[in-house]
């Protein structure tokens, strides 16, 4: 078994030091300030904290999406200098093609890599189908709920096989029923289809029963608060007696927003 350069061997992602500035006319916002994880294979990590605090960055330079200003990112102990077919992302606002099928989005990748029509058609089927869609291969995004939309951009991400899969809090825009819904599935196609997944989000309740680790981040610039390991058996009942005791210690450990 081999070891990767940086981290074990079941390092997916890791970084050391990450600190990230942005300047403007306004002058020099230091948004994150030294701060250093690891993601391991298969892991189900949850980016957490107040509004605001970093977490949408701190997300964009572990995927290669944006570099830092100081520290360095690895993936599969290799420096990561840009965006990589191994790390997927599902935004916030689903980013979704309204001119194409549910199957030519979620196809989308395997097609522009180059995959014939009969292997990126079956590729996509199959996670239509995991993720609830069989039957709507055809539909236009417009025709689809929100929910069922999201689906679909956690289809398409699945469908192109990261090997780690950022999702930035992709249920927010939700209605509460909908989003209850969405992490229960969400956590059955993590079981069927396993992948390390980066997951931020703001909802207290929603980082508990999702969470492999929680890593909590303070205020703006944020830095690692404190990371907690969440050992709850899966399916979580958000009403038992140790599920409201861990989101009550943490959430009293969170920094309130300024």
Same mark, same amino acid.
């Not at 892991?43 to 949408?56: A, D, H, I, R, Y």
């Not at 809090?169 to 059955?188: G, K, V």
């Not at 390390?196 to 929680?214: G, H, L, Q, S």
């Given at each position: #078994?081999?070891?990767?350069?940086?981290?074990?061997?079941?390092?997916?992602?890791?970084?050391?030091?990450?600190?990230?500035?942005?300047?403007?006319?306004?002058?020099?916002?230091?948004?994150?300030?030294?701060?250093?994880?690891?993601?391991?294979?298969?892991?189900?990590?949850?980016?957490?904290?107040?509004?605001?605090?970093?977490?949408?960055?701190? #997300?964009?330079?572990?995927?290669?999406? /944006?570099?830092?200003?100081?520290?360095?990112?690895?993936?599969?102990?290799?420096?990561?200098?840009? &965006?990589?077919?191994?790390?997927?992302?599902?935004?916030?606002?689903?980013?979704?093609?309204?001119?194409?099928?549910?199957?030519?989005?979620?196809?989308?990748?395997?097609?522009?890599?180059?995959? /014939?029509?009969?292997?990126?058609?079956?590729?996509?089927?199959?996670?239509? /189908?995991?993720?609830?869609?069989?039957?709507?291969?055809?539909?236009?995004?417009?025709?689809?709920?929100?929910?069922?939309?999201?689906?679909?951009?956690?289809?398409?991400?699945?469908?192109?096989?990261?090997?780690?899969?950022?999702?930035?809090?992709?249920?927010?825009?939700?209605?509460?029923?909908?989003?209850?819904? #969405?992490?229960?599935?969400? #956590?059955?196609?993590?079981?069927?289809?396993?992948?390390?997944?980066?997951?931020?989000?703001?909802?207290?309740?929603?980082?508990?029963?999702?969470?492999?680790?929680?890593?909590?981040?303070?205020?703006?610039?944020?830095?690692?608060?404190?990371?907690?390991?969440? /050992?709850? &058996?899966?399916?979580?009942?958000?009403?038992?007696?140790?599920?409201?005791?861990?989101?009550?210690?943490?959430?009293?450990?969170?920094?309130?927003?300024?």
């Amino acid at each position: #078994m081999r070891m990767d350069k940086k981290g074990s061997v079941d390092t997916v992602i890791e970084c050391r030091h990450i600190s990230k500035e942005f300047t403007s006319k306004r002058g020099t916002a230091k948004v994150l300030e030294d701060i250093s994880l690891q993601v391991r294979k298969n892991e189900f990590v949850v980016l957490f904290g107040p509004g605001q605090c970093g977490k949408t960055t701190l #997300m964009n330079v572990l995927s290669g999406l /944006d570099g830092a200003t100081k520290g360095t990112v690895y993936s599969h102990g290799q420096e990561v200098t840009g &965006p990589g077919s191994e790390r997927g992302v599902v935004f916030q606002s689903m980013a979704l093609f309204p001119w194409l099928t549910v199957r030519g989005n979620v196809a989308y990748g395997p097609k522009a890599r180059g995959f /014939d029509k009969d292997a990126y058609t079956k590729k996509s089927d199959y996670y239509i /189908d995991l993720v609830g869609l069989k039957g709507f291969e055809n539909a236009y995004i417009n025709q689809l709920s929100g929910g069922m939309k999201q689906r679909v951009g956690i289809a398409r991400a699945y469908c192109n096989e990261p090997d780690v899969l950022f999702m930035d809090e992709p249920f927010s825009a939700l209605d509460a029923q909908t989003r209850y819904l #969405m992490q229960e599935e969400i #956590m059955r196609i993590w079981s069927t289809e396993k992948r390390t997944v980066v997951f931020i989000t703001n909802n207290i309740e929603e980082a508990v029963y999702v969470a492999d680790r929680i890593i909590l981040l303070t205020n703006c610039p944020a830095r690692i608060k404190k990371e907690y390991p969440i /050992d709850l &058996p899966r399916p979580r009942d958000y009403t038992s007696k140790e599920f409201l005791l861990l989101r009550d210690e943490i959430s009293k450990n969170m920094d309130r927003t300024l």
